[in-house]
């Protein structure tokens, strides 16, 4: 069935520091790709997506790729804030809009 | 504003009790969804619904209920059957058709059973 793996949290990261956030997926046909990040107590807010192989999402310095050949859409930013401190998900859907998410990773960034 | 508007934020329910979770969107999006989040954990899918009138279960629909009578509301009702309905629910929606649909979320709602 369709699929989305993501990298296990939480993650801790001091102010300034490289972030990767990895996500692979398994999916019949072709999927689109997406990042949404939740803050606490809140809904989940779309990050970024990209709908074919080789599309590039990016958004408030977070950029992922969309891979086919090794089925991952990993997210980075180069340089985190503290307040990107969020938890973040890997979400994929299909044409008949079935989505499924990853299980979430949490992000803490300390100054 | 164009949004999706989830109410109550927050709800207590007693042992026994049924309750109801309001979704209102006024982005004109055909499909509409109720996923449960669980502490540290992922989304789950409740229900789903692509038009007025009729909605599928998602992977855990036991003890939940759903109505659509009108394109822009999508209510769940937790009923007495749901044995651990303590959790954050929330509601997105969506157009239908195409490829790459962005599902936008409401702001959640808390269910706790006391």
């Known amino acids: 069935g369709n699929s989305v793996t993501q990298m296990e949290g939480p993650v801790t990261l001091s102010e300034e520091a490289f972030l990767t956030i990895n996500c692979t997926y398994t999916a019949t046909g072709y999927p689109s790709l997406f990042w949404y990040v939740q803050y606490p107590g809140e809904g989940l807010q779309l990050l970024l997506k990209?709908?074919?192989?080789?599309d590039k999402g990016s958004n408030k310095g977070f950029e992922a790729t969309y891979r086919k050949e090794t089925t991952s859409f990993h997210l980075e930013k180069g340089s985190v804030q503290v307040s990107d401190s969020a938890v973040y998900f890997c979400?994929?859907?299909?044409?008949?809009?079935?989505?499924?998410f990853g299980a979430g990773t949490r992000l803490t960034v300390k100054p | 504003d164009g949004g999706i508007t989830q109410s109550p934020k927050y709800l207590f329910r007693k042992e026994g009790q049924n309750v109801t979770l309001s979704c209102e969107q006024n982005l004109n999006h055909d499909a509409m969804y109720w996923y449960r989040q669980d502490p540290g954990q992922g989304l789950r899918l409740i229900y789903y619904s692509q038009i007025v009138n009729d909605f599928q279960k998602g992977d855990i629909a036991e003890g939940y209920s759903v109505s659509r009578e009108k394109k822009e509301s999508f209510p769940l009702t937790v009923t007495s059957a749901q044995k651990n309905p303590t959790a954050f629910y929330l509601c997105?929606?969506?157009?239908?058709?195409?490829?790459?649909?962005?599902?936008?979320f409401g702001e959640g709602s808390w269910l706790t059973v006391v």
């Open positions: 990209a709908t074919k192989a080789d």
């Open positions: 997105a929606s969506s157009i239908v058709g195409g490829s790459g649909n962005t599902i936008y």
């Open positions: 979400a994929l859907t299909l044409p008949d809009n079935d989505m499924r």
